[in-house]
């Protein structure tokens, strides 16, 4: 009898019930009359990028002891420490400049630094340009040079007596490259443009590159290196699986970067033709966990990636290094391996003097024959 009459009093809301029923669902939807995004899609925070270098540069003059204390000694300089890494892409990247059948009268070096490429280029090319006149000016016949980096401090670390020939320094951003006033003069006017491991670290990388096109001369040559996919993915993996057994999930620590696959299509898609695309592997061995990641923070190539997690919590490092060293890619000598993937760039803006291809159907030869 009770239960009856609680049943009996329980609300109905049959009508509702149907009514609720009819309605269609609503999912979200682009409004067709929203224009199109005019802006690149944004993945690094190159603004603290720039920061990131210019602390960098400043801790390590801090950790230098009294100069008094290293008079006459043979101490290397603390900033440049932390630019093996650099350097060896730099010389890697000078060999296939030396390699040019016409050696360039003109270079800019792109996301320079400290201008590691240019001190070593300086030391592998002459100095002068062979001259096609003999009326030439002195001056013209001198080649010459370009550093452009965004961080000012690594702009300006080095001085110019560490450089064969003095270059004009420039501070602008890949990404804003052709609005900058000093960049204006030399668009149409430089025969190669050059970088050595920076652009990794450009979002929109196909619109830096349509504007290297427009600062090189007709036939003008692009030579580069960024790092691959595969850069450091030991500390990429170990990250990812600490956080995941101690936070339940993950989260982006190491950029990401160009694959060695879509290289190509990269310099196809920014306007350049001839292109030639290589890949060397270069492994470097570290004490620990610990010291590779002091040396990344103090080279600036610390996280920038936009919405990143700036702090990482002491257990997830610990459960990394452990991962790193004593389950995965431990070496038998208690180091650890850190893999850097350099994809060598090579590409020409179209002139009146490249070869072209011969129109369809133009052949004279039939294969039948020479088979």
């Known amino acids: 009898m009770r239960s009856s009459v609680l049943r009996a009093l329980r609300p109905v809301r049959p009508a509702f019930t149907a009514r609720r029923a009819l309605l269609p669902r609503t999912y979200a939807t682009l409004n067709p009359h929203t224009p199109p995004p005019t802006t690149p899609y944004e993945v690094f925070d190159e603004p603290s990028k720039d ?190 699986l600490a956080e995941q057994e101690r936070r339940g999930g993950i989260a982006n620590r190491v950029s990401p970067m160009i694959n060695p696959t879509d290289a190509p299509s990269l310099l196809n898609r920014a306007g350049f033709t001839l292109t030639t695309i290589d890949v060397e592997d270069m492994t470097i061995n570290y004490p620990s966990l610990w010291e590779l990641m002091a040396d990344l923070r103090d080279m600036g190539e610390s996280n920038a990636i936009l919405g990143r997690r700036t702090h990482v919590s002491r257990d997830v490092l610990l459960a990394a290094e452990a991962i790193y060293k004593a389950e995965l890619y431990g070496n038998e000598d208690g180091s650890v391996p850190a893999t850097f993937q350099i994809i060598f760039l090579i590409g020409w803006k179209p002139g009146p003097n490249q070869p072209k291809p011969l129109e369809r159907g133009s052949a004279t030869t039939n294969l039948k024959d020479v088979l």
């Open 51 to 240: 920061r990131q270098r210019d602390r960098a540069i400043l801790r390590l003059r801090q950790d230098t002891s009294d100069p008094a204390d290293q008079e006459g000694s043979d101490v290397e300089d603390p900033v440049k420490v932390v630019d093996y890494l650099r350097e060896e892409i730099a010389e890697r990247l000078a060999e296939r400049i030396e390699d040019l059948k016409t050696p360039p009268g003109s270079i800019l070096e792109l996301a320079a630094h400290s201008g590691q490429l240019t001190q070593i280029l300086q030391e592998v090319l002459a100095d002068e340009v062979p001259s096609e006149s003999e009326n030439q000016d002195a001056q013209d016949q001198r080649r010459k040079w370009w550093i452009v980096e965004s961080s000012e401090g690594a702009l300006n670390r080095d001085d110019d007596s560490l450089f064969a020939s003095p270059p004009t320094r420039i501070q602008a951003s890949p990404s804003n490259l052709l609005s900058h006033p000093q960049i204006q003069p030399l668009i149409g006017n430089v025969e190669a443009v050059v970088s050595a491991g920076g652009l990794h670290w450009v979002g929109d990388i196909v619109g830096a590159l349509t504007q290297v096109r427009h600062v090189l001369k007709p036939d003008g040559v692009f030579v580069g290196a960024v790092l691959g996919g595969d850069t450091l993915f030991e500390l990429r993996t170990s990250l990812q």
